[in-house]
């Protein structure tokens, strides 16, 4: 079943969160993961300005700060929302995500209040795929913009069986 194109335009949010240091911490250990090069260290440790307070304070930053894909962890409300938005219907047993892009702004530091807010801004059908953009934009408490997000959703409408 193709998605209805009236969903376009259909807002989520705002979306209030607080950053702290020990959330900034913790997600910057997960994903550097002993993984070297990958927001880390050649050792596979997360870099130092994202866990290290004594470090971060010596860089041009003055303060800890969150790795690029931490706004993973707030940006993506918007489109996880209208992925199971009864209202659009999408099969969610047929979606997958499948691609998101960022755009950055202002680094995220502890203590930030971050505001996102989402919109449906495409659907399209191609064959059996019908496809869904949401795109976010996320403000810190100054107003700066912090992260814009494009997240796309394929469904795949299964044939018919028969009868």
């Known amino acids: 079943m193709a998605i209805d194109p009236r ?9 209030r969160t607080t950053v702290c240091a020990e959330r900034i911490r913790d997600f910057a250990t997960a994903v550097a993961g002993g993984v070297p090069g990958h ?3 050649s050792t596979g440790e997360p870099h ?6 004594e470090a971060a304070a010596r860089s041009r930053y003055g303060s800890l700060v969150a790795p690029p894909t931490f706004g993973v962890t707030f940006a993506m409300h918007p ?6 938005d009864p209202e659009i219907g999408l099969d969610l047993v047929h979606l997958l995500h499948a691609e998101q892009e960022f755009e950055y702004g202002s680094v995220v530091r502890p203590g930030d209040v971050l505001t996102t807010t989402g919109e449906v801004v495409e659907v399209r059908s191609k064959g059996p795929l019908d496809f869904m953009t949401v795109r ?8 700066e913009l912090v992260l814009s ?6 469904v795949r409408n299964p044939s018919p069986s028969p009868s």
Do not use: I, K, M
């Open 7 to 15: 969903h376009v335009g259909r807002r989520y949010g705002p979306f």
């Open 39 to 41: 927001f880390g260290t």
């Open 48 to 53: 130092p300005y994202f866990v290290d307070e």
């Open 79 to 84: 489109f996880a929302l209208a992925c199971a």
């Open 136 to 143: 976010s934009e996320t403000r810190n408490q100054a107003g």
């Open 149 to 154: 997000g494009r997240w796309s959703a394929v």
